[in-house]
């Protein structure tokens, strides 16, 4: 609150909520304090370097904004797999708007104006761990709050290595053997194939794996999908 003294420095000021304050040199003064719920701050004496005077007015007016808070989510839920977009949502309560987002995407800092109480962006996050930090807000009376943040794992899509023997006898078996990645995909996995027009699926299979396959004729068969079983990523 501004204070406009006159006399000789230094002033003494007693306020209606019982701080006593000392202002020294010609100004301009500044009396800087927590509201607490206050709507309304008196002068109830002051005095210079000999006299003891009088205020004008006596009564200051206070206007106390509540402090704007954020929330940030994301819209949904399950995994998420490399290429897939994500929703996230900003939330606004208390304050008054429009709002502005600070908020910081892995290392890239964004802002986001004119926002009412609530904002979405679709992203698509890399492949790992994805973390985006809502700073803070500001809203329409200047008022800064806090937000939160956010942290979402992005699964790899699954890979294999498949070899096997190419030729056997009648009534013999192939060994097809698999080897499951990237490192970063958990597993396990399962396999999708077709065999002479016939739809397949081996059974579970963990990092390095095989299965049988025991053809009666000449078959040819195709390794279509792959499906990590603990991030369903295919």
């Known amino acids: ?45 002051i ?4 006299c003891v005077g009088t205020v004008s007015p006596s009564l200051a ?13 994301r819209v949904g839920n399950g995994n998420i797999c490399a290429g897939q977009p994500i929703t ?12 502005t987002a600070y908020w910081i995407e892995d290392t890239l800092a964004k802002i986001e104006t004119a926002l009412t109480s609530s904002y979405s962006v679709t992203v698509y996050p890399p492949t790992g761990t994805y973390t985006v930090r809502f700073d803070s807000t500001r809203d329409a009376n200047g008022c800064f709050g806090t937000g939160n943040s956010f942290i979402q794992t992005v699964y790899p ?8 023997n190419t030729l056997i006898c009648d009534s013999s078996s192939s060994t097809v053997k698999f080897n499951f990645g990237p490192a970063d995909s958990p597993g396990p996995w399962i396999v999708n194939y ?3 027009s016939t739809s397949r699926q081996t059974p ?20 279509k999908v792959i499906t990590d079983i603990t991030s369903g990523c295919s």
């Open 88 to 99: 996230l949502k900003f939330d606004f309560t208390n304050g008054q708007a429009p709002y």
């Open 1 to 45: 609150i501004p204070l406009t003294l006159t006399g000789k420095s230094p002033y003494r000021v007693i306020f209606s909520n019982t701080d006593t304050v000392t202002f020294n040199g010609a100004g301009p003064f500044n009396y800087v304090f927590e509201p607490g719920g206050l709507n309304s701050l008196g002068l109830t004496a």
């Open 194 to 196: 077709d065999s002479s």
């Open 47 to 50: 005095s210079d370097s000999g």
């Open 204 to 223: 579970t299979l963990h990092r390095e794996d095989y299965i049988f396959l025991s053809p009666t004729e000449t078959t040819l068969f195709t390794f």
């Open 157 to 164: 899509l699954p890979t294999a290595a498949i070899a096997g």
């Open 61 to 73: 007016n206070i206007t106390t904004h509540s402090l704007p808070q954020g929330n940030l989510s």
